[in-house]
């Protein structure tokens, strides 16, 4: 489960990162070069002005991966 988002402002950085600590499951933020952990605020300003991948592990239930999604508009 991926979607694709660029990363804009620092709001959306700390948005981001508030709703994948909210998740059970793992959520990664992916580029061509790093892989993040979407809960890990410092390491997503370094990613302020990129297109990044969002995933989520395997185990994640795919409907609330969307709503979780949905959220970050």
């Known amino acids: 489960m991926v979607k694709e988002i660029e990363i804009k402002t620092p709001a959306q950085v ?9 998740e059970p499951y793992d959520v990664s933020l992916v580029t061509s070069t790093v892989v ?3 809960r890990s605020l410092l390491g997503l300003y370094s990613l302020i002005g990129q ?6 592990d395997d185990h994640a239930d795919p409907a609330r ?3 979780f999604l949905k959220k970050l508009g």
């Open 14 to 22: 700390q948005k981001l990162s508030e709703l994948a600590s909210q």
């Open 36 to 38: 993040l952990d979407a």
């Open 51 to 56: 297109r990044v991948t969002v995933a989520a």
């Open 65 to 67: 991966f969307a709503k």
